[in-house]
């Protein structure tokens, strides 16, 4: 019996699908990567322990008084001035901008300075519409729901502000 190698064509057929599956799944390596303390915690909060209620103050190492929301695709320049912060100065904390509907910053500050910023990934808590006033560590407290299924399967999570749900009640 002769031993035959895969020939030339069929190596490449194989090459180019590994590379094609490596690159399709380089946009949610990088989502991932992007992903900073805060939203790790946050997943694992709500998608391994599968909580219904959040008190982020709860889930943050770091002193804080003032937590923001920015949504997908917000400017650098709508952070700078919802922040009130100098463009030079804002550009130096505020490095991150969100370029897809996936993701939205998440900026925390202590008595007026950013302590805290990164790019938040949707789908370990979806967050919209961001409010467009600041929340405290009191207020920060925020119910889940599930709302239907996200684009790679899953369910959808969402958080409201009890704040919110309260004042509408």
């Given at each position: 019996?002769?031993?035959?190698?895969?020939?030339?064509?069929?190596?490449?057929?194989?090459?180019?699908?590994?590379?094609?599956?490596?690159?399709?799944?380089?946009?949610?390596?990088?989502?991932?990567?992007?992903?900073?303390?805060?939203?790790?915690?946050?997943?694992?909060?709500?998608?391994?322990?599968?909580?219904?209620?959040?008190?982020?103050?709860?889930?943050?190492?770091?002193?804080?008084?003032?937590?923001?929301?920015?949504?997908?695709?917000q400017p650098t320049d709508g952070v700078c001035r919802r922040l009130d912060l100098m463009s030079a100065a804002c550009k130096s904390v505020i490095t991150a901008?969100?370029?897809?509907?996936?993701?939205?910053?998440?900026?925390?500050?202590?008595?007026?300075?950013?302590?805290?910023?990164?790019?938040?990934?949707?789908?370990?808590?979806?967050?919209?519409?961001?409010?467009?006033?600041?929340?405290?560590?009191?207020?920060?407290?925020?119910s889940v729901t599930i709302e239907g299924e996200g684009a790679g399967g899953g369910d959808w999570l969402k958080l409201r502000a009890v704040r919110d749900i309260?004042?509408?009640?």
């Amino acid at each position: 019996m002769i031993a035959t190698t895969p020939g030339r064509s069929a190596m490449r057929a194989v090459f180019v699908i590994l590379l094609t599956l490596s690159l399709s799944a380089c946009d949610e390596v990088y989502r991932y990567v992007k992903t900073g303390d805060v939203g790790w915690a946050l997943k694992n909060a709500l998608r391994d322990k599968k909580s219904t209620r959040i008190e982020l103050a709860m889930l943050t190492t770091f002193q804080w008084d003032e937590f923001f929301l920015f949504g997908p695709y917000q400017p650098t320049d709508g952070v700078c001035r919802r922040l009130d912060l100098m463009s030079a100065a804002c550009k130096s904390v505020i490095t991150a901008e969100s370029v897809d509907d996936s993701e939205m910053l998440m900026v925390f500050r202590y008595q007026g300075k950013v302590v805290h910023a990164e790019m938040h990934n949707r789908w370990h808590g979806d967050f919209t519409p961001a409010s467009e006033k600041p929340f405290t560590p009191q207020t920060a407290i925020f119910s889940v729901t599930i709302e239907g299924e996200g684009a790679g399967g899953g369910d959808w999570l969402k958080l409201r502000a009890v704040r919110d749900i309260t004042s509408v009640q």
